[in-house]
Nanobody, 121 residues
Framework: QVQLVESGGGLVQAGGSLRLSCAASGRTFSDYIMGWFRQAPGKEREFVAAIAWSGGSPAYADSVKGRFTISRDNAKNTLYLQMNSLEPDDTDVYYC??????????????WGQGTQVTVSS
């Protein structure tokens, strides 16, 4: 049974940094894409960043390019999201997700429970 457990959210001032972690367990993820999404109340969940567990170039939403960095530690089965230069618009619940290559995040993906990130102005 796949489990994704996020941690590292919190309250930070604008311009500050946070690092989110996602501990993944329950299977091998070598053929999976790992990602971060975020969602505000009343809004759709939106893509933030993704990276293949086996390596390769990461992908980012335009809104976070140059500020956020996604990475993974295969030995620890952990996914990270380093968030720098945070802005109040980055305030959301952040979700870790995993999906088999070629599948749909929302229909076929595994999701964590989410971690709140709040950026004060």
């Amino acid at each position: 049974q796949v489990q994704l457990v996020e941690s590292g959210g919190g309250l930070v001032q604008a311009g500050g940094s946070l690092r989110l972690s996602c501990a993944a367990s329950g299977r091998t993820f070598s053929d999976y894409i790992m990602g971060w999404f975020r969602q505000a109340p009343g809004k759709e969940r939106e893509f933030v960043a993704a990276i293949a567990w086996s390596g390769g170039s990461p992908a980012y939403a335009d809104s976070v390019k140059g500020r956020f960095t996604i990475s993974r530690d295969n030995a620890k089965n952990t996914l990270y999201l380093q968030m720098n230069s945070l802005e109040p618009d980055d305030t959301d619940v952040y979700y870790c997700a995993a999906v088999r290559r070629g599948s749909n995040w929302y229909a076929d993906g595994y999701w964590g429970q989410g971690t709140q990130v709040t950026v004060s102005s």
